[in-house]
Nanobody, 127 residues
Framework: AVQLVEFGGGSVQAGGSLTLSCAVSGDPNSREAMGWFRQAPRKAREGIAAIYRGVGETFYIDSVKGRFTISEDNAKSLVYLRMNRLKPEDSAMYYC????????????????????WGQGTQVTVSP
């Protein structure tokens, strides 16, 4: 099993930056790929970034490409999401998730593929 705890959310003005962290514990073989998802009120949860553990290969959806960066620190068992040039439409609850194999790229953004989830951390971006 894998346990995930997100932290680092908060309120920021448009154009600002935040870094979310996801503390990871448990079976490393069950977290070959890690993803960040977000869910705004009355919207479906969407995958926005993913990384292959230990390899460092990263993936992004178009709306965050160039603004967000996913990274990992395996020594500290942390996965980060650095968010720059934030927009009001980035406001959402952000979740990290883990899956036990390196999903092919399109499936990395599908929530149904992930087995383990954190409880989420709120990000609010004001105009």
């Amino acid at each position: 099993a894998v346990q995930l705890v997100e932290f680092g959310g908060g309120s920021v003005q448009a154009g600002g930056s935040l870094t979310l962290s996801c503390a990871v514990s448990g079976d490393p073989n069950s977290r070959e790929a890690m993803g960040w998802f977000r869910q705004a009120p009355r919207k479906a949860r969407e995958g926005i970034a993913a990384i292959y553990r230990g390899v460092g290969e990263t993936f992004y959806i178009d709306s965050v490409k160039g603004r967000f960066t996913i990274s990992e620190d395996n020594a500290k068992s942390l996965v980060y999401l650095r968010m720059n040039r934030l927009k009001p439409e980035d406001s959402a609850m952000y979740y990290c998730a883990a899956v036990s194999w390196k999903l092919p790229s399109p499936r990395l953004f599908s929530e149904r593929e992930y087995r383990y989830w954190g409880q989420g951390t709120q990000v609010t971006v004001s105009p």
